[in-house]
């Protein structure tokens, strides 16, 4: 069965509705609230009209064991989420002692630059113990002949 004149009038409206509103950055609960639909019917509406979507931090920061977007991953290093804004994220995802050289440079790390950990710990992100070396060369070549760190696993 077809859907009517006035069915594909509403949804012509509703998607231009929609595309304004997402472009000005509201998110998809916010969007669905406003439509008077759920946000999973709002996903699939988008999904269909191939409308991108703001699906936001949504009940996360609500949560019991919602740390302000620190991620400790089995590689031992810290990532802050809800970073699509930055140059070099992964997911959302940015290696936390990059945004805190970052901050103290006052600029973006290229791809080339690697922040070296002085004491060795991928958790203690304090600036005093970061080190930014210029490429991966250069980092090699000072753990290799110049640290003489107890934790260097190079030595």
């Not at 231009?16 to 699939?44: E, H, M, P, T, W």
């Amino acid at each position: 069965m077809g859907r009517s004149e006035k069915q594909k009038a509403e949804d012509a409206i509703r998607i231009d509705v929609v595309r304004q509103l997402v472009r000005a950055g509201f998110l998809n609960d916010y969007i669905a609230r406003l439509l008077g639909i759920k946000v999973s019917c709002l996903r699939v509406f988008l999904y269909r009209h191939k409308v991108p979507s703001n699906p936001g931090l949504g009940g996360k920061r609500n949560h019991a064991r919602y740390k302000g977007g620190r991620i400790v991953r089995k590689d031992g290093y810290v990532y802050l989420s809800g970073m699509q804004h930055h140059p070099r994220h992964y997911k959302g995802e940015v290696l936390e002692h990059r945004v805190v050289m970052e901050t103290k440079l006052g600029r973006f790390l290229t791809a080339e630059e690697v922040v070296h950990h002085i004491d060795y710990n991928k958790q203690n992100n304090d600036i005093n113990n970061l080190m930014l070396f210029k490429s991966q060369k250069a980092h090699f070549f000072y753990e290799k002949n110049i640290c003489v760190h107890p934790n260097n696993p190079r030595n």
